[in-house]
């Protein structure tokens, strides 16, 4: 990957295809997101430091290779079951996680590879998860569907669609009535809007005012469902003035968009004005899990959105504004290759469970051995 | 029993079976600011059983937290609040209810703590008026412990009695993992005698309720009360009946009832959920797969609700769970081998 080879700027393009506009009842900070105009700076520049931004592309850059280390890993049978790859969609994993401290939560999804990177996960002990390995997050317990760092304050990946949004109201709860001053971010797909889960959370954080951000990666489809076929309004953020907060649509394939409706919920939910909802418009390349034969959706389509590859446009960005030299981005991409590299080579050698310790950590105090 | 000396030599109060738990509540919320109370209509209203009473005008509307009609997210927001810090006590209105909000209970609520490698623990406590007997009919009157007694990661506790309700509604609190605890409806204006203070019944111990020696009755819940009824009947008849109160159907406490049984050498369990793959069946494997099945000298005896949803009219309802004749019979059968 080259970031010279960048044309498609950041900012003054089109919205994702077949999404326009923003939300209804949006503030107006996040209103612009995604729509600056060419002679301002985007968001992340005027807003971020250079390292931080450098991070943030490292980040995105981690999580891509992550994936393609994970993929080619499953290729080679070292991982077992399945896995759903969030390539394509790093910048909306990466902004949204931007300005969240360690305290701050965020409750993920089976698609959750990348919040768990952006929210500051070990890669070597992720891979270790999925290749079923003691020194993996959930000591090869949970798998990728249900990796986890909850010292980083991911309070998990889910494997049932909707399930981590109302546990995110929960610990949400947990913030303003213990005083903590932390967000919790809940991160679900487009096809989670329309279980009831999505509702009622919502419904719940706005009534109690509740620090959350509710972001909706709206990849476009269910599974081979599009949102289209699926869902009754045209924008995902329509929904949230059926719950009286902030709704947003911004381009999810671009990291300062993303960041900056974020921020602006983050300040929302720590000053206790409640909760925001933002759909982050992006697109999984691949296909919804490794049994996915794209009969849903056209070569064309998946092409013209790898075309706005949100690592090449964010690169570009910073390249632009001489946040990131040629140079600076080989080395960074030589370093995240031996990051992967050394995360794999922990995770093979690492030790499998201990199968006499399958009924470990059922419960918390071992009183039982059966039922 | 482990309550401290000072609060056996407390006076001992009688108190509902409601008034118990709600006292058992009060002492959670002041001893522990993190105790927390959610649920529908639990506040002025008092809940639909009048548990909660008149917690939230001690505690305010913080503590004891009105929920919308949302099972579901009720439930998720429990399991988040638990998570995180927080000691929450989730009422269903009816155990019913519980069928909108078991994608919760079951798939996150239970398996947490397993999935996550031991990374977290979710101390969440959730009680649920259950049983028939109020004429309420298919939708509100469901025994359905033993679906959450099949799923490994949760604790399932029926208390039968005031002086239980209180003390494992608190050993629930103190347990770091998902208890769920059933009550009876027809339970909750029963009275007994409870002292002040806090104590805790142990989750996971069986009380033998009466000593006997020709048969042991395995009851939960309001069949503790019919059994304890039946065995006075059967003694005047010269049966002397063991009555055991099985307390916790997850983890079930089988060396109680297995030492029973052994000296027994028959048993009859009663229970009012659906008599098939129920708790009947698990207490009777408990036997059949230990020593005592060489001391068994009639067949077991399985008494359980009927294979019906629980109707309206007042004996039809009547005859689709156990009733003291019920036992009376099986137990005759089982011990003079007329059955």
């Known amino acids: 990957m080259s970031i010279s080879s960048e044309t498609e700027r950041c900012g003054a393009q089109a919205p994702a295809p077949g999404r326009k506009g923003s939300g209804g009842s949006a503030r107006p900070a996040s209103r612009r997101a995604g729509k600056t105009s060419a002679g301002n700076e985007p968001f992340a520049v005027r807003h971020y430091s250079p390292e931080v931004l450098r991070e943030a592309l490292r980040k995105m850059l981690l999580i891509r290779r992550f994936e393609e280390g994970a993929e080619d890993s499953y290729m080679r049978g070292l991982i077992h079951g399945t896995m759903h790859l969030s390539i394509g969609q790093e910048a909306s994993a990466v902004g949204a996680c931007l300005e969240l401290t360690d305290q701050d939560k965020i409750t993920s999804t089976h698609r959750g590879h990348g919040h768990c990177i952006a929210k500051g996960a070990d890669v070597g002990r992720m891979f270790a998860e999925f290749f079923g390995k003691e020194s993996g997050y959930c000591r090869g317990r949970g798998g990728s569907m249900h990796i986890a760092d909850v010292d980083k304050g991911n309070l998990g990946a889910n494997g049932i669609v909707g399930g981590g949004i109302p546990i995110a109201v929960g610990a949400a709860l947990s913030a303003k009535r213990l005083k903590t001053g932390t967000v919790v971010t809940s991160f679900f797909g487009d096809g989670a809007v329309n279980e009831g889960s999505f509702h009622e959370s919502l419904n719940m954080a706005a009534i109690w005012k509740l620090p959350v951000i509710f972001i909706c990666e709206n990849n476009h489809y269910g599974m081979s469902t599009s949102v289209e076929r699926s869902t009754a309004v045209r924008q995902v953020s329509d929904r949230a003035a059926a719950y009286s907060m902030p709704g947003v649509t911004v381009d999810g394939n671009d990291l300062s968009a993303v960041a900056e409706a974020c921020h602006g919920a983050i300040e929302r939910a720590r000053a206790g004005e409640g909760p925001s909802l933002i759909e982050s418009v992006t697109y999984r390349w691949r296909g919804h899990s490794k049994s996915d034969r794209n009969r849903y959706r056209s070569k064309d389509e998946i092409d013209a959105w790898i075309a706005r590859d949100p690592i090449r446009r964010f690169a570009g960005l910073l390249s632009e504004h001489g946040i990131l030299s040629e140079e600076g981005f080989a080395r960074m991409e030589t370093e995240v290759a031996e990051q992967i590299a050394a995360a794999i080579a922990f995770a093979k050698e690492s030790p499998d469970p201990d199968t006499a310790a399958l009924t470990r950590d059922v419960y918390t105090t071992q009183t039982e051995s059966v039922g | ?339």
């Open chain 2, 1 to 339: 029993m482990t309550a401290p000396a000072a609060v056996l030599d407390s006076p001992l109060r009688e108190l509902s079976y409601a008034e118990a738990i709600r006292d058992a509540l009060a002492i959670a919320l002041a001893e522990d600011e993190r105790v927390v109370l959610m649920g529908e209509d639990i506040g002025v209203y008092g809940g639909a059983f009048q548990v909660s009473g008149d917690l939230v005008h001690r505690f305010g509307e913080e503590r004891v937290i009105d929920t919308p009609i949302s099972e579901l997210g009720g439930a998720g927001m429990a399991v988040g609040a638990a998570l995180t810090g927080l000691r929450p006590i989730y009422e269903f209105q009816f155990s019913d209810f519980a069928t909108l909000a078991m994608e919760q209970i079951v798939n996150q609520a239970a398996k947490l703590r397993f999935m996550l490698g031991g990374a977290v623990s979710v101390p969440l406590v959730m009680r649920f008026p259950a049983g028939s007997g109020t004429g309420a009919a298919a939708q509100h009157s469901q025994s359905l412990e033993a679906w959450f007694g099949h799923v490994p990661g949760l604790k399932v506790v029926q208390a039968a009695t005031p002086y239980d309700a209180k003390g494992l509604l608190l050993a629930a609190l103190d347990d770091p993992d998902p208890v769920m605890l059933f009550e009876h409806k027809l339970l909750y204006k029963t009275k007994g005698p409870v002292p002040e203070g806090r104590y805790t019944v142990p989750i996971g111990k069986a009380e033998v309720c009466r000593t006997g020696s020709n048969v042991t009755i395995v009851a939960t819940a309001i069949m503790v009360h019919r059994a304890l009824e039946a065995a006075e009947v059967l003694a005047q008849e010269g049966i002397d009946a063991e009555v055991i109160d099985l307390r916790t159907v997850r983890p079930m406490d089988r060396e109680t009832v297995v030492a029973s049984v052994a000296k027994t050498s028959r048993l009859v369990v009663a229970y009012e959920g659906v008599r098939t793959l129920g708790i009947g069946a698990e207490v009777s494997a408990s036997i059949v797969e230990s020593e005592a099945f060489d001391y068994l000298d009639a067949p077991i005896v399985r008494l359980g609700g009927a294979e019906a949803p629980i109707p309206y009219n007042p004996e039809l309802e009547k005859a689709a769970v156990p009733q003291v004749a019920d036992i009376l019979s099986a137990v005759r059968g089982v011990v003079r081998g007329t059955r």
